[in-house]
């Protein structure tokens, strides 16, 4: 199981590469070109020392070169010289085209990833988001995804060049000298155990600053979403501390994989430097006995020195390879998750519901150990309201969350319209229900697009049409753009009301058979509220209706109350019938008609 889970992550990048298999194969080749090229680079050296300066002899394969030193040395310099500057364009050359065509594949890698991490996140269940922070999910969709963008494509072909370069040219060297070239190979075991130990440090250190830098962000997150708390109680200078604390460890964390990453390839010049000063001592020994020309000596110490430039550039990929994987891993740890709630095996698609809602002895916990529910039976017909009533902590959100299958009872069954929801597929479930919150979430975007988000396709007049129910129409055309003002994030530019309001009116353009309320007249001002019952009359018609409320005169009003304690309900009936038989009901309710008779009591104010 764990394995095939594992395998989404591989997947995604498989299949990515396999879509673009066509623009590697001609940036693989690009990169051959670049390397050949490498390899020719020094020759043109060797030719001007050997054949035009000291006048040797040149061989067959170079009779051309004979033909124009009889005109003078000059036009051969010229010719050679040419030469050079053409191996050089040709690098360019294909060096551009790599890199164009690695960067596109590479930022296409990126947008697979952050698409396929952010799908997986809205589909993981709402017990994860509640554990989970939401900077360090940021740091994953956006951090993590881009630094594997250099590893899987444009490490990966520079990888290959590198070796391709470094056996090429050690191949040329070998023919060369072949003692000179076991000095070289000598540098080698100690080169590649130093690395191997630099790159597993920086790989460890990269796992911990990835993990300090997502609290960091979880912790800008949180602050700016509560700044007001933070400036109301003029707590500025401790957030300040507390974010430079986590801040320092993200730093010193920073600051060692950077003095790594500068060891590896201080340490790779260092050895470059030794082998260097070995190959020439050596090589300008074999030159005075005439072992060796100074062109061949002179193309042996230019192939050397390109040679340990693959083998530095191999020590930053090291670095940048021990980075991605830790992001490698942390985007596989969330793509390895699977949604605790999902569609059954059988689960069909959700007729047209009535709206019949019944729970069966449904108990739950959060998984703590302290039950939320305990043995809850009720039955809610059709078009009939039910508020829930209680204290907080008594389980009425529960009761919500579990009817939109957040979270599944761990005993009993709940049923609409005499079907377990769990034989329903989610989103046929959801789809059917509408939400109205005590705080009303809304996006930051226009006031259109935000009630449009209650049903995607919704036209201009019905959105209209559901803001004028909603009492919202009014306010909305006296803001500057009407329907088209951008709102701030979370709504903030509105006041409580009027935010209420839209949310309303979101649910309304919904026209689900079930609906849920949870707080809805809580925070209001008395104007605010008038607009906001008045709204929710019309919403309300015709629905089943769970009103999780302290608010006495939806109470009143409603078909049947749940009254909970405990995570139980000991209460059940209208309110004429509860005010008659339950003392407690009656208690509760004379002792907030008394604390204040001339307004809209809230049950909570207790």
């Known amino acids: 199981m764990r394995q095939g889970r594992r395998s989404r992550f ?15 194969l001609l940036a693989a080749l690009c990169m051959l070109g670049f390397t050949l090229a490498g390899l020719l680079a020094p020759w043109p050296l060797k030719i001007i020392f050997d054949y035009v300066l000291l006048d040797h002899r040149p061989p067959s394969s170079l009779s051309f070169l004979g033909d124009v030193l009889q005109r003078g040395k000059f036009p051969a310099l010229a010719l050679v010289s040419l030469a050079i500057v053409l191996i050089a364009v040709l690098k360019g050359v294909f060096s551009y085209a790599q890199l164009a065509i690695t960067s596109r594949i590479g930022y296409q890698m990126v947008y697979a990833l952050r698409r396929e991490l952010f799908v997986h996140l809205q589909r993981l269940s709402l017990s994860f988001h509640h554990r989970a922070r939401s900077g360090d999910l940021l740091i994953k969709v956006t951090g993590d995804t881009n630094t594997l963008k250099d590893v899987f494509v444009e490490s990966a072909l520079t990888v290959v060049g590198y070796l391709l370069t470094l056996f090429g040219m050690f191949a040329v060297m070998f023919a ?12 080698f075991p100690v080169l590649f155990s130093a690395l191997s130990y630099l790159y597993r440090k920086i790989k460890a250190s990269a796992k911990s600053q990835r993990r300090s830098e997502g609290r960091s962000a979880s912790r800008i997150s949180e602050i700016l979403t509560a700044v007001s708390v933070v400036q109301a109680f003029g707590r500025e200078r401790y957030e300040e501390e507390r974010f430079e604390t986590e801040s320092g460890q993200t730093l010193e964390e920073s600051i060692r994989t950077a003095r790594m990453e500068a060891s590896a390839t201080r340490l790779v010049e260092l050895i470059t430097a030794v082998g260097t000063w070995a190959v020439i001592l050596v090589g300008s020994l074999q030159v005075l006995k005439g072992r060796m020309t100074p062109g061949d000596i002179l193309v042996f110490v230019s192939y050397q020195t390109n040679l340990y430039k693959p083998i530095r550039g191999l020590a930053r990929l090291s670095a940048r390879a021990s980075k991605a994987m830790v992001s490698a891993e942390r985007i596989a740890e969330i793509l390895e998750m699977e949604p605790e709630i999902q569609d059954d095996a059988q689960a069909v698609h959700a007729p047209g519901l009535k709206g019949e809602i019944v729970f069966e002895h449904v108990s739950f916990d959060y998984g703590n150990g302290k039950s939320v529910l305990n043995d809850v039976s009720f039955t809610i017909a059709p078009g009939q309201q039910a508020a829930l009533m209680g204290p907080s902590g008594v389980g009425k959100s529960t009761i919500a969350n579990l009817l939109l299958r957040f979270y ?5 069954r709940i049923l609409i319209d005499g079907t377990d929801i769990r034989g329903y597929t989610l989103a046929s479930l959801r789809e059917q229900i509408a939400v109205v919150l005590q705080e009303s979430v809304l996006f930051c975007t226009t006031i259109r697009e935000n009630i449009a988000y209650g049903k995607l396709d919704a036209t201009m007049e019905e959105i209209i049409a559901a803001t004028q129910a909603a009492n919202a129409h009014d306010f909305i055309l006296a803001l500057e753009h009407g329907y088209d003002t951008v709102i701030g994030e979370r709504g903030d530019t509105l006041s409580g009301g009027q935010r209420q309001r839209i949310a309303i009116a979101r649910a309304l353009i919904r026209n689900a058979p079930i609906l849920i309320l949870d707080e809805p007249m809580r925070g209001l001002d008395v104007e605010s509220e008038v607009a906001v019952r008045e709204a929710l009359k019309r919403l309300m018609a015709g629905k089943t209706c769970l009103l999780i409320t302290h608010d006495l005169q939806a109470v009143t009003e409603a078909d049947l109350v749940l009254l909970l304690d405990e995570g139980r309900i000991v209460e059940r009936g209208g309110h004429s019938e509860l005010m008659t038989r339950s003392g407690q009901y009656r208690q509760l309710y004379e002792l907030k008609i008394g604390q204040s008779p001339a307004r809209t009591i809230s049950m909570e104010e207790a």
Do not use: F, M, R
Request: without cysteine; aromatic residues 4%; glycine residues 4%.
């Open 176 to 187: 060369l000298n072949w003692s000179l070239s076991l000095i070289v190979l000598a540098t």
């Open 10 to 24: 591989k997947q995604v990048v498989i299949n990515h590469l396999l879509q673009v298999k066509a623009s590697l």
């Open 408 to 412: 599944d009872p761990q005993e009993g």
